[in-house]
């Protein structure tokens, strides 16, 4: 198994532009983001276009195209992997919304946040979390890394330099937040 220094180690190369660091890197993690990547897609509607490998392909071919990152480490990667495949799903049922217009693909978020509750729209979620980030930036990013990312407690609170009692806090509070948001967007909607 790879330690996490050695990714972080590798992300430090790519930041300081060694091209050759990201093709080290790839097969070290890909394994994870594979599993990121399904942990994505099984909450998604049966015929999803979209398979483990395309959604990983994908978040790559997005990574290697952004500019600037100064990658901290592990978790700061995978973190930031879990919002790129949150931005393509929702890249995806909005474009699938628009050309069925009939609602779009359907999503289960979490099984405690929304309990037995109907699956949000991906879109209606990603709106619901955007405003949670604008009210509280930090519970928005521990919505990133605990469901988009699949970070642990204690893995989200050292990629946010908090508490994990301070990341079970955030994470209670939002999980109820966009639940109450979801909630009251389907009985808005038409």
């Not at 990574?63 to 495949?85: I, N, P, S």
């Not at 628009?98 to 949000?120: E, M, Q, S, T």
């Not at 979620?125 to 509280?136: N, Q, R, T």
């Not at 988009?148 to 946010?160: I, K, Q, R, S, Y």
Request: net charge positive; proline share 4%.
């Amino acid at each position: 198994m790879t330690e996490p220094r050695d990714v972080t180690k590798l992300l430090a190369a790519w930041n300081a532009g060694d091209p050759q660091a990201l093709d080290r890197l790839l097969p070290i993690v890909y394994d994870e983001l594979r599993r990121l990547a399904r942990i994505r897609l099984r909450s998604e509607a049966r015929g999803h276009s979209l398979q483990p490998t395309a959604l990983v392909n994908e978040a790559y071919l997005r990574l290697v195209r952004m500019k600037r990152l100064q990658w901290e480490d592990r978790a700061h990667f995978f973190a930031l992997c879990g919002r790129v495949m949150r931005h393509i799903l929702v890249d995806t049922a909005r474009a699938r919304k628009f050309a069925k217009r009939d609602g779009g693909v359907r999503v289960d978020l979490d099984a405690a946040l929304l309990a037995a509750a109907p699956a949000p729209d991906l879109a209606a979620l990603d709106a619901a979390l955007a405003a949670l980030e604008a009210i509280d930036p930090r519970k928005g990013r521990v919505v990133e890394l605990r469901f988009f990312a699949g970070l642990n407690v204690d893995e989200t609170a050292a990629a946010l330099g908090v508490s994990a009692d301070t990341v079970s806090r955030d994470w209670k509070f939002a999980k109820t937040w966009l639940y109450r948001e979801l909630r009251d967007a389907r009985r808005l909607a038409p």
